[in-house]
């Protein structure tokens, strides 16, 4: 079976060829294996958000190699790489990002709309993926009315949508207090056990890192 992630030697540098010039990423490597769920650690402004978009297909590395499940995407064109992104990742940011004038199964649906998913099959999916996390009975409201805990969980199920192979979350639960974070990390977790995709989550909660697979830490540029 072929790796989900793979990052092989990046490197990505800030006003290259400048004398403010700043290396993020030097060499960095790592291996997401399919269905395994690794924990991303390093201090503020270590570059592990850069990290996360040069594997989610969307920022671009200036060497080393990119693929994922065994497909290189570092030499693939913008609609390719734009197509891998839609169909292989899903992604999670510390602030739930949904659209304020769409409902929670909407916001749910739209991601596999774009995907050509018929919109009934669309909506029993975001319906199953919504109960799965506990928020279906919320299914009809909009953001404003939902909890931070239940917008969070709501935009796991985006992530979810159109069942990709890898799952690249920056801090999903760092806008949450501990007693919900927690609660939410529960819901996410078992969300990934149960489809069985990759996880890669970026936390600088060392608690909840400890809960996954394994951890990796960013560090002058490189993963260890």
């Known amino acids: 079976m072929s790796n989900a992630l793979k990052l092989d030697a ?3 540098t800030y006003n290259r060829g400048k004398p403010n010039a700043l290396k993020v990423l030097d060499g960095a490597s790592l291996t997401l294996e399919a269905g395994e769920v690794v924990a991303l650690v390093a201090p503020s402004g270590a570059g592990k958000s850069t990290l996360l978009h ?3 297909l969307l920022d671009s590395c200036d060497g080393g190699q990119v693929s994922i499940g065994g497909t290189d995407m570092t030499g693939l064109s913008d609609a390719r790489r734009t197509a891998a992104r839609r169909e292989e990742i899903g992604f999670i940011y510390q602030f739930h990002h949904l659209l304020p004038e ?9 991601p596999q709309l774009a995907n050509a998913v018929p919109e009934h099959a669309a909506r029993e999916h975001a319906m199953q993926l919504l109960a799965r996390v506990g928020v279906d009975h919320r299914a009809n409201n909009r953001p404003a009315q939902l909890s931070g805990g239940e917008q969070q969980r709501v935009a796991f199920c985006r992530a979810m949508a159109n069942k990709p192979r890898v799952l690249l979350a920056d801090e999903p639960t760092g806008n949450l207090d501990p007693a919900t974070s927690d ?3 529960e819901a996410l977790m078992e969300l990934v056990r149960e489809t069985g995709l ?11 890192a400890a809960r996954m697979d394994r951890i990796v830490r960013l560090e002058n540029g490189q993963l260890a």
């Open 54 to 56: 040069i594997a989610g």
């Open 10 to 12: 990046v490197s990505k």
């Open 102 to 110: 769409f409902s929670a199964i909407e916001n749910v649906v739209l």
């Open 183 to 185: 609660k939410v990390f």
């Open 198 to 208: 990759s996880a890669l989550i970026a936390t600088h909660n060392l608690e909840l």
